[in-house]
């Protein structure tokens, strides 16, 4: 008898029994909370959007790991499917793969091992949060991430700018707004509470939360961190310098950083130089502290300091593992009121902390009631001290610290809030809806200090005008009455003065004012910058808001329509001629013949006629016509259009990129982050182009016939948001390197609220031409951790799970029980539940081998998988069920 057959069936009956005899769901439970409690334990973590957002902090983290030992991890909510690829033709899901790859080593150089992707997707470049939390929603990311920092257990979370500042990502900025909210809700044992209950997590407070980056002049060399001021005095910003030596010899952290950002070879970033040789000028990683749980220094600036009371202990400070917040009943104080501080101490979970006290010391003049001594406080208890603080009558208005000194027979330690004294009557620009969104968050989220993170501005025409909505507030707790002076910039008119009555307590009116540019002269765009003025409340208050000029334009209509064929017949185009020779972002031209570029406009019969000349030295990489995409890599033309001039985002616009010529010799176009992308053939019908690309070359010429049919929404005639862009690219890498354009702010492309505005002469829209956009197109394709062989396999490392989404209970999920290989084939063994399944086959070095997807049904299966390039050792398995529970595991290959 052949017992093969009975050996090979034994591994199979002891699965079967073991699944049965795990179907009571509290064994189940169980097994969950240990795997849960055997789960990776990080130090630190990292909170990003696409890979590369941590590439400028490497050197901390890799110092850190150094000093220290910290383990810190990456959270990437997205893997960057939309970016751009220097590297090759991959798109979509397939760039996701490789940008993972990539990241994942880029961090290891830093001493990073865990790279956690959540598996949202990054759509397109956007400068809009609201967008954003469209196409991820909110819950279930918010939930995927507080789940990564409930299996992680960090101690430190550095993060991003959540802020809508000028060309800020829009996915950046959530990423930023959904970390800090994690903070909070991974400590609520109210929040995800199917986390605790059906997957054995716990509840986690995160010690200390910073996001990148500091408001203020950033000076370079050793001295940096000690040598900064910020522009807030309340922040409390630490400066990490980057020359300090690694543990490579005879290298700084500022080139290993470098050689980690190198590795992002599709985003371009291989060519980057070589980082300073003198001390003076290389820089420091710069963090601004958001909250802390954690009593810290004051006075350290190194660094270690980050790492104070969190992962380290504060020199001659209180034990590590004690817990101390303060924290103001409310933000914003008029002169002369009170405020109920609370100080919260928590001991040690190992020891008690003796005879505690808490002090205030406050500015002077200001004055505090209450009893901080809280005398013994037991391991892993807390205890609470209140205070009532006053503010002095005639207090200047601004930001200010409450330091509390906490001293014990432990040692001694210190934490602060901050509150900010306001007058009793505010008058403020009306912001913009972006920045009344993100200052609503702030409040909500419980980080007030963030919300005036954006100067308040606002754009209007160049000789234009516009209405100017001021925001009145009442802070005080009277009734008031007044009136609001505008003294406009040199160059503008402004209505003198807006009275208000009866404005109540804790009340907000809207005034209206008018503001025009009588200076037309004056420089738009970045160029101009912002035109300051100043609000003034009778008496009480002043402010500075910005306003800022963008350029305007008349299109005319022409007698017949042009001819598009790349030359400008005589009488074609009657209309000014517009400049696209400012930069907005990149290198700075070097000359006319460099980069420069105008334009002409003009329409006939519903139809838009644009003809663009381009002045380049150098021409970039050709791309073939099927890679006619992602145009800002190489030589191309963008011109964007906002029907009615009032979009917030690009998803209401059109936005049509040109190549001069691609290596068929003809030109091609496509839509590109905004209502409708794709290939121009798709997205514009009736779209006509052609060039003409000079020999020897010295640039080309575009012109283009657009129906405004394809724009999403009727025109306005009188208000239509127009920019054209131009980008430059003097190499073969597919890399662009200057970006030139008509109404030019950094991030521009992404922005309509900063194009410039045009008025088409005599046009009427179509009757029966739909006002209102269409619904934004999203292009939310992303890859799952479940196909991603580099996170199945941190995944069985660690236990984290994938795409932070619940693990699947043992009687709901599928493993691997056994591989074997015969030739060029591994066929795996995997027992479970009915979900999707891909099986992953690598060599000993991880290198991939094969992989394939299939469909599950409940109990045993064999998955035949083909292999090529190597000899199979593991093999893997990503498993989601119908509900979206996932599972990972790993066999050894097998052979015969």
């Known amino acids: 008898m052949d017992r093969r057959w009975l050996t090979g069936l034994l591994p199979v009956a002891a699965a079967l029994i073991t699944l049965v005899a795990l179907e009571s769901p509290?064994?189940?439970?169980?097994?969950?909370?240990?795997?849960?409690?055997?789960?990776?334990?990080?130090?630190?973590?990292?909170?990003?959007?696409?890979?590369d957002d941590e590439a400028f902090s490497l050197s901390t983290f890799g110092q850190w790991h150094a000093d220290h030992k910290v383990r810190a991890g990456v959270v990437t909510i997205t893997r960057g499917e939309g970016g751009g690829n220097a590297a090759g033709p991959e798109e979509g899901p397939a760039l996701g793969q490789l940008r993972e790859a990539e990241e994942r080593r880029a961090v290891r150089r830093a001493g990073i091992?865990?790279?956690?992707?959540?598996?949202e997707a990054d759509f397109y470049y956007t400068v809009s949060s609201p967008l954003t939390e469209q196409g991820w929603q909110h819950q279930d990311v918010l939930g995927k991430?507080?789940?990564a920092i409930r299996q992680t257990r960090p101690e430190l979370v550095v993060t991003m700018d959540p802020a809508p500042t000028p060309g800020n990502h829009g996915n950046h900025q959530y990423a930023a707004r959904l970390a800090i909210e994690a903070y909070r809700v991974a400590a609520d044992p109210n929040a995800y509470p199917e986390q605790l209950r059906e997957e054995g997590l716990r509840p986690w407070a995160v010690k200390r939360l910073l996001t990148g980056g500091a408001r203020g002049e950033r000076p370079s060399g050793p001295d940096c961190a000690a040598k900064f001021v910020p522009v807030e005095a309340s922040d409390r910003v630490y400066g990490v310098w980057d020359g300090r030596p690694s543990t490579v010899p005879g290298r700084s952290w500022a080139q290993e950083e470098r050689s980690a950002q190198r590795e992002y070879v599709t985003q371009g970033w291989a060519g980057f130089p070589d980082v300073p040789t003198d001390p003076k000028?290389?820089?420091?990683?710069?963090?601004?502290?958001?909250?802390?749980?954690?009593?810290?220094?004051?006075?350290?600036?190194?660094?270690?300091?980050?790492?104070?009371?969190?992962?380290?202990?504060?020199?001659?400070?209180?034990?590590?593992?004690?817990?101390?917040?303060a924290e103001a009943g409310r933000f914003n104080l008029v002169a002369g009121s009170s405020v109920p501080v609370k100080v919260t101490v928590t001991a040690p979970e190992e020891r008690p902390l003796t005879r505690v006290e808490a002090k205030l010391t406050l500015p002077a003049g200001w004055q505090a009631t209450g009893y901080g001594r809280l005398g013994t406080v037991h391991s892993g208890r807390s205890a609470t001290a209140e205070f009532t603080?006053?503010?002095?009558?005639?207090?200047?208005?601004?930001?200010?610290?409450?330091?509390?000194?906490?001293?014990?027979?432990?040692?001694?330690?210190?934490?602060?809030?901050?509150?900010?004294?306001?007058?009793?009557?505010t008058a403020e620009q009306q912001p913009l809806p972006q920045v009344a969104q993100f200052r609503d968050w702030a409040v909500r989220s419980g980080v007030p200090a963030l919300a005036d993170l954006v100067p308040p501005v606002l754009t209007l025409p160049s000789g234009g005008d516009r209405e100017l909505p001021i925001l009145v507030r009442n802070n005080g707790s009277a009734t008031r009455?007044?009136?609001v002076t505008i003294t406009p910039p040199t160059g503008f008119s402004a209505t003198a003065s807006l009275p208000f009555t009866g404005l109540a307590a804790g009340a907000t009116t809207t005034l209206s004012g008018k503001v025009t540019n009588t200076d037309t002269a004056l420089r738009t765009g970045m160029q101009g910058g912002d035109y300051k003025y100043t609000l003034s409340v009778t008496g009480v208050s002043s402010s500075t808001p910005a306003l800022e000029l963008v350029p305007r334009t008349t299109i005319p209509k022409a007698a017949s329509a042009p001819t598009v064929d790349g030359v400008a017949a005589p009488g074609e185009y009657s209309g000014p001629e517009l400049d696209l020779s400012t930069r907005w972002e990149g290198d700075e031209c070097v000359s006319a013949a460099d980069c420069s570029a105008k334009a002409k406009l003009t329409w006939h019969n519903d139809t838009l006629y644009a003809l663009v000349t381009v002045a380049d030295d150098k021409q970039g990489s050709v791309l073939d016509a099927a890679d006619c995409k992602r145009h800002w890599r190489t030589d191309s033309l963008e011109l964007a259009i906002d029907p009615r001039g009032k979009s917030e985002n690009t998803a209401s616009t059109l936005k049509l990129a040109v190549f001069p010529t691609t290596t068929a010799g003809t030109p091609c176009a496509a839509r590109d982050a905004d209502n409708f992308q794709g290939p121009a053939a798709d997205t514009v019908p009736g779209l006509q182009v052609a060039s003409k690309v000079s020999s020897p070359y010295t640039g080309y010429t575009i012109e283009l016939a657009l129906p405004l049919a394809a724009v999403p929404g009727a025109l306005d005639p009188a208000k239509v948001g127009l920019n054209l862009f131009v980008y430059d690219s003097?190499?073969?890498?597919?890399?662009?390197q200057t970006r030139l354009g008509w109404s030019t702010?950094?991030?521009?492309?992404?922005?309509?609220?900063?194009?410039?505005?045009?008025?088409?002469?005599?046009?009427?829209?179509?009757?029966?031409?739909?006002?209102?956009?269409p619904p934004a197109r999203l292009p939310l394709i992303a890859l799952s951790s479940v196909d991603s062989a580099q996170s199945v396999e941190q995944s069985v490392r660690t236990g984290i799970s994938l795409g932070g989404k619940p693990i699947a209970p043992v009687w709901d999920s599928a493993r691997l029980l056994s591989a074997r290989a015969h030739g060029d084939t591994v066929t795996a063994r995997v027992l479970g539940a009915s979900g999707r399944a891909t099986v992953f086959v690598v060599n000993q070095d991880g290198k991939l081998l094969g992989r394939k997807t299939v469909e599950l049904s409940h109990g045993f299966s064999e998955i035949t998988v083909p292999v090529t390039g190597g000899r199979p050792a593991e093999v893997l398995l990503g498993f989601e069920t119908p509900e979206g529970k996932v599972a990972a595991s790993r066999v050894r290959a097998g052979s015969g």
């Open 26 to 51: 509290a064994t189940a439970v169980d097994e969950q909370a240990e795997a849960a409690r055997r789960a990776v334990d990080l130090d630190a973590l990292f909170v990003g959007a696409h890979p």
């Open 730 to 736: 003097d190499t073969q890498d597919k890399i662009g």
């Open 145 to 147: 991430l507080v789940r």
């Open 745 to 773: 702010w950094g991030g521009v492309q992404g922005d309509p609220y900063r194009w410039g505005h045009a008025v088409l002469d005599g046009y009427t829209p179509p009757a029966g031409r739909p006002v209102e956009p």
């Open 481 to 483: 009455s007044g009136t």
């Open 281 to 325: 000028e290389i820089g420091c990683d710069w963090f601004t502290q958001v909250a802390s749980r954690v009593p810290f220094s004051p006075t350290a600036n190194g660094p270690d300091a980050p790492l104070h009371g969190a992962l380290i202990p504060t020199p001659g400070g209180l034990p590590l593992g004690t817990g101390a917040v």
């Open 113 to 119: 091992t865990e790279v956690l992707n959540l598996d």
């Open 389 to 425: 603080v006053t503010v002095p009558a005639g207090t200047k208005p601004g930001r200010v610290r409450i330091p509390v000194e906490l001293s014990s027979g432990n040692g001694s330690g210190y934490v602060e809030t901050v509150v900010a004294v306001v007058p009793e009557l």
